[in-house]
T-cell receptor
Framework: DADVTQTPRNRITKTGKRIMLECSQT?????MYWYRQDPGLGLRLIYY???????NKGEISDGYSVSRQAQAKFSLSLESAIPNQTALYFC????????????FGEGSRLTVL | GDSVTQMEGPVTLSEEACLTI???????????LFWYVQYPGEGLQLLLK?????DKGSNKGFEATYRKETTSFHLEKGSVQVSDSAVYFC????????????FGTGTSLTVIP
C-alpha cells in the first residue's frame, strides 16, 4: 500500500459544485502539503500544515480551504469549483527537517466543466 | 524571494545519449537542493538531493552537484535509457524558506530507442 494515499484519483464535476480531495498518510510525518500541477507551471503550493493545529496558506490559496483532521489526514476543499481549477492535485508529507524530502501521493486529477 | 529556474523542455534524446538538465536557484542562506522525477501517471518521487555546497547527489546513474558559486544544481546522466522518460523537477528547501519547497517548472524528457 502507498504511504501517501489520495482519494479520489479522478473526478469530473460541474462549475459551482463543492469538491473534497482527501489525503491520508502512514509515514508518521507531522508536515503535510497540498500542491497543484499545471502544464508549464510546475507545482504550486496551495496550503500546508506543520502539525494538527497549524494551517498556512501557500502561493495560491484563493478558492481553496483545508482541514487537518488528524496527524495522518489532510483534506482539500473547493467550495465552489470553477473551470480554471481543473488540474492535477498532489498531497505530500515531510519530516521536520530542513534537509528532509517530500513524499508525494499519486495525485488527484480534477476536471471542472 | 526564493526561486528555482530550470531548463525548459521538452527534451528528446536517443538511447545512450548524454543528458544535462540545467537548474539554477535564488535563495537566501543555504538551502537543500533536490531533483524529483515524475513518471507517466505517477506522483513525484525523489531522485537525488544535496544538502550543502559541493555535495554531489547521485541515484540510478544520475548525478547533480551543489554549486554555491554558480547557484546551480544541474542534473546529468552519461547514458540515458528509454525507462528514463519522465518529467524532472528541480526544487529547493531550507530553514530560510520556512521549510517550504520551491519547484522549477519541470523538464520533460523522452528517450527514443
Amino acid at each position: 500500500d502507498a504511504d501517501v494515499t489520495q482519494t479520489p484519483r479522478n473526478r469530473i464535476t460541474k462549475t459551482g459544485k463543492r469538491i473534497m480531495l482527501e489525503c491520508s498518510q502512514t509515514k508518521g510525518h507531522d508536515r503535510m502539503y497540498w500542491y497543484r500541477q499545471d502544464p508549464g507551471l510546475g507545482l504550486r503550493l496551495i496550503y500546508y500544515s506543520f502539525d494538527v493545529k497549524d494551517i498556512n496558506k501557500g502561493e495560491i490559496s484563493d478558492g481553496y480551504s483545508v482541514s487537518r483532521q488528524a496527524q495522518a489526514k489532510f483534506s482539500l476543499s473547493l467550495e465552489s469549483a470553477i473551470p480554471n481549477q481543473t488540474a492535477l492535485y498532489f498531497c505530500a508529507t515531510s519530516e521536520v527537517s530542513n534537509t528532509g524530502e517530500l513524499f508525494f501521493g499519486e495525485g488527484s486529477r480534477l476536471t471542472v466543466l | 524571494g526564493d526561486s528555482v529556474t530550470q531548463m525548459e523542455g521538452p527534451v528528446t534524446l536517443s538511447e545512450e545519449a548524454c543528458l544535462t538538465i540545467n537548474c539554477t536557484y535564488t535563495a537566501t542562506g543555504y538551502p537543500s537542493l533536490f531533483w524529483y522525477v515524475q513518471y507517466p501517471g505517477e506522483g513525484l518521487q525523489l531522485l537525488l538531493k544535496a544538502t550543502k555546497a559541493d555535495d554531489k547527489g547521485s541515484n540510478k546513474g544520475f548525478e547533480a552537484t551543489y554549486r554555491k558559486e554558480t547557484t546551480s544544481f544541474h542534473l546529468e546522466k552519461g547514458s540515458v535509457q528509454v525507462s528514463d522518460s519522465a518529467v524532472y523537477f528541480c526544487a529547493l528547501s531550507g530553514w530560510n524558506t520556512g521549510n517550504q519547497f520551491y519547484f522549477g517548472t519541470g523538464t520533460s524528457l523522452t528517450v527514443i530507442p
